[in-house]
Each structure stands twice: as structure tokens, then as C-alpha cells.
């Protein structure tokens, strides 16, 4: 395991490789710690990305700090890790993760944020060669945009049927007639080496709730062209009855932001609308839902997947469940049993699952049952309908030390066993302001 000293931004030199590959043999990526000190939430994303040949991705620690590592792959093994930190945040709380992404022009952004903070912060690196420097040819300054306050799950995406924006999707507080109310809602912008502070009061809310003090709990995910489709909730798990529907929005010939339900019924309300606008996938009135990941299949219709909480009101019993859109319906299948949540009541957060974003026929999940936590990697073999396990990568039985949690796959990383193709946390966890917790990583 690599030294504490990456809490301060470990550095270690650049050097040279190729993914791991030794004529036609493919040396397979075993588990590995890339990150000694590490953490994320759920919701903001991509945690981690790949490019020419690079792996990286975003994190926050227990020292309150957020950064981003890259590391290379050769001959099985990790190399070329480096760490830079970006901000030291003055809180610890695992909402602070750093989101990463590269723009048109080949520069790497890193947005991050305090839990609800007033602002969206962010830095820009135009010279990957000066990865871990923070000022003159490497990172920017940092930049801070918003109108405050209560942002948090930063998200950036490109659609290519627009290239002459970039968008960030995120979640903002809003005024209620008797309380707070949060709203998934997005700006664009050319360039985010140059963008004014003006432009932060040009926020656009989409999705929110009718009911003061509470909030939708969504994921999102694009195709990269010209659609983004969201799972949501219509109140967090651990304030009500919560249920699962889902919406999308598409650019039109215009490059206008359109919003459907899923069978393309435009939704025609005014912004922000609520869930009752949405599709319904699942009804939580008797046992309450929660959400994990959407994407596009190969047929060109959603799939969702989400945690049921069998017991409703605790986290002693949760399943992990699949959403398929047909063409003209929403049908419901349990993928497999989870186990028991971790955390604190009444937040019961489960272990994590999500599509590989690379390939919508596999899932990546963590679960823990009769007290073995288990990383594993689910496959589908009827065009998403159906998944069934395919191999176990990581096990508290033999070889992982600590309980594992959260796994996400690497955006555009080529897949192969010689590849980090998924990223997980392992480690003591009581809050999401207390954990003690190191990212993992393996083909």
C-alpha cells in the first residue's frame, strides 16, 4: 500500500508505458491501491477516466483535501502514479470528490465542491506533462462560480451534436414555500479557462420536489451526442416513501435542451417540474427505493438499476434490482440479494453498483453476504435483459483486508483484463464525514 503521504499530494516521477500488453498476451491487472487515503460519493461523476493511455481519477480524503491521481498500466502492474492536491477544503465529508473530465482541446478539468457549498469550484490543466504543478504551466488558479448556496454532485458532459458547449450538471438548493428545496440543474459554457462570474446566475433547473425539505436523488449518464437520460427519486430513502422514475433530455435540430418521458412524450411544463411529470418505474409506497446508475443498451433503450430497501425503514435487507425498458413499458427484474447497508441509520447506504460504462452488458457490484464482502463483475448473454454472475475480483475472504464499497468503471478505459477497467473503496466507514478508506483498482 502506498505511503500516507499521498494526503498531501504524493508526486512521483513521469515515466513511460503502454497498457499492459506483451505481444498477444494480456498480463492481467490484479487488485491494486492506487489511492492510500481516498474516497467518493455516489453521485459525482465520472469519478475516473481514461485517455491515451492514462488512468485518472478524482477523490477527496480524511484530511479534507480533494485531487486527482493518473497512474499507466504495464505488464500487469501499476506505474507512473502521481498525485496532485488541488484544495484543502476545511471539512471532511465524502461529497468533496473531485469530477474529471477532458474538453475538445485535449485539457483536463477537475470540479469539486464543500457539501452544499455556495460555490463550484474547479481548476484546468492544459499541459498534461505538469500534471502534479499547481500554478504557472500547470493547473490553473482555482475558479469558483455560483449564486449559492447548496451545491454539490458536480457532473460534467459533452454531447457532440453540440460542440460549441460544455455542460455541467449539479444539485442546488432552492426556495420552498416552507423550507429548502434541491434542484438537478445544469449550466453550459465554451471554455472553462475563460468564463465570467456573471455566468453563474445562467443555471438552468430542471428536476425538483413539491415537498419543502426534501429532494430528488438522481444519477445521469449520456450518449455523447445529443442525449442525456436520469434516474431519480422523488424524496430521499431515508425521509420517505421513495419511488423510481425516469425522464431524458435531447438536444433537438436546434441544439435545444428538449425533456421526455421515456416513451418521448415531451414533458411540456414549466422548469423546474417534478417527478409527477416523469415516468414511473417502480412504486415505493410500501418499500422504499433508492437509485445507482442509468445507460443506454445496444437496443436503444434504457436500463436502470437501483437498491430496494426489503425492510422498508432499515438497511438489514437490501436487493439490488433492474429496470428494462421495453419500447412501450418499464418491466422490473431482482438481480441479486446485497446484504445489509453500512453507515449510520437512516441513511443504510448500499454497497454500490453500476453499469460498466463502457459495456451496459456488464455490472460491477459490491455486496456482503453471511458477513463476506465480495467484489463482482455480473454479465449479461440476452442483450441486457438478464445478468448473471461472471467472476468474483475481490473478496474480505482472501485478499481484500476491509470491507469494500462503491465500485465505478473507468470511462473509455479498452477493457481488457491487461486494463483498470474498475476503481472501489475499501476501508472503516461510519459517515459520510467519517471514514477511513483507500481506493482499489483492477482489471
Known amino acids: 500500500m502506498f505511503g500516507r503521504a499521498l494526503r498531501s499530494g504524493f508526486r512521483s516521477s513521469i515515466k513511460t508505458g503502454t497498457p499492459a500488453r506483451l505481444g498477444r498476451v494480456t498480463v492481467p491487472l490484479a487488485a491494486t491501491t492506487v489511492l492510500a487515503d481516498g474516497i467518493w460519493t ?4 465520472p469519478e475516473a477516466i481514461y485517455k491515451d493511455g492514462w488512468y485518472y481519477f478524482g477523490w477527496c480524503n480524511s484530511s479534507g483535501q480533494a485531487g486527482v491521481t493518473r497512474c499507466q498500466v504495464v505488464a500487469g502492474s501499476v506505474t507512473s502514479l502521481e498525485s496532485v492536491t488541488l484544495a484543502t477544503l476545511g471539512e471532511v465529508d465524502d461529497h468533496d470528490n473531485a469530477s474529471v473530465m ?24 492544459a499541459n498534461l506533462a505538469n500534471f502534479a504543478t499547481l500554478g504557472g504551466s500547470g ?57 465570467p462570474a456573471s455566468f453563474a446566475a445562467s443555471y438552468v433547473e430542471v428536476l425538483t420536489t413539491n415537498i419543502d425539505n426534501a429532494w430528488p436523488y438522481y444519477q445521469l449518464r449520456s450518449n455523447g451526442v445529443d442525449r442525456v437520460d436520469v434516474i431519480t ?27 421526455y418521458q421515456t416513451d418521448g412524450t415531451e414533458i411540456t411544463a414549466s422548469l423546474p417540474f417534478t417527478t409527477a411529470e416523469c415516468t414511473p418505474v417502480y412504486d415505493g409506497s410500501s418499500v422504499r427505493a433508492w437509485v445507482s446508475d442509468v445507460i443506454l443498451a445496444p437496443d436503444g433503450h434504457p436500463r436502470l438499476l437501483w437498491p430496494k430497501y426489503v425492510n422498508n425503514t432499515n438497511g438489514n435487507a437490501i436487493e439490488y434490482w433492474l429496470s428494462r425498458w421495453t419500447g412501450s413499458a418499464w418491466t422490473n427484474s431482482k438481480i441479486c440479494d446485497s446484504g445489509p447497508g453500512f453507515g449510520p441509520s437512516p441513511y443504510w447506504y448500499h454497497r454500490g453498483f453500476e453499469f460498466n460504462p463502457n459495456n451496459a452488458a456488464k455490472i460491477i457490484l459490491a455486496r456482503e453476504i453471511d458477513g463476506i464482502g465480495t467484489l463482482e463483475e455480473w454479465e449479461s448473454a440476452d442483450g441486457c435483459q438478464t445478468y448473471a454472475h461472471a467472476r468474483t475480483i475481490r473478496s474480505t475472504a482472501s485478499g481484500a483486508t476491509a470491507d469494500i464499497q462503491r465500485p465505478v468503471g ?13 476503481l472501489w473503496q475499501e476501508g472503516p466507514f461510519t459517515d459520510f464525514n467519517d471514514y477511513d478508506t483507500s481506493l482499489v483498482g483492477s482489471a
Open 102 to 125: 477532458f474538453t475538445p482541446s485535449g485539457a483536463l478539468v477537475a470540479f469539486y465542491s464543500t457539501h452544499n457549498s455556495t460555490v463550484i469550484r474547479y481548476r484546468v490543466l
Open 139 to 195: 493547473w490553473s488558479a482555482e475558479q469558483q462560480r455560483g449564486t449559492g448556496p447548496g451545491y454539490s454532485y458536480q457532473t460534467p458532459v459533452l454531447l457532440s451534436q453540440d460542440t460549441s458547449r460544455q455542460w455541467l450538471f449539479f444539485r442546488r438548493w432552492m426556495t420552498g414555500t416552507g423550507g429548502a428545496r434541491r434542484a438537478l440543474s445544469w449550466w453550459t459554457v465554451t471554455n472553462w479557462a475563460t468564463v
Open 410 to 422: 473507468v470511462v473509455g478505459s479498452p477493457g481488457t483484463q491487461g486494463d483498470l477497467n474498475y
Open 233 to 259: 427519486t422523488d424524496v430521499p430513502q431515508n425521509v420517505g416513501q421513495s419511488s423510481v422514475f425516469h425522464f431524458y433530455m435531447k438536444l433537438n435540430g436546434s441544439n435545444v435542451m428538449k425533456y
Open 42 to 45: 455516489y453521485f459525482t461523476r
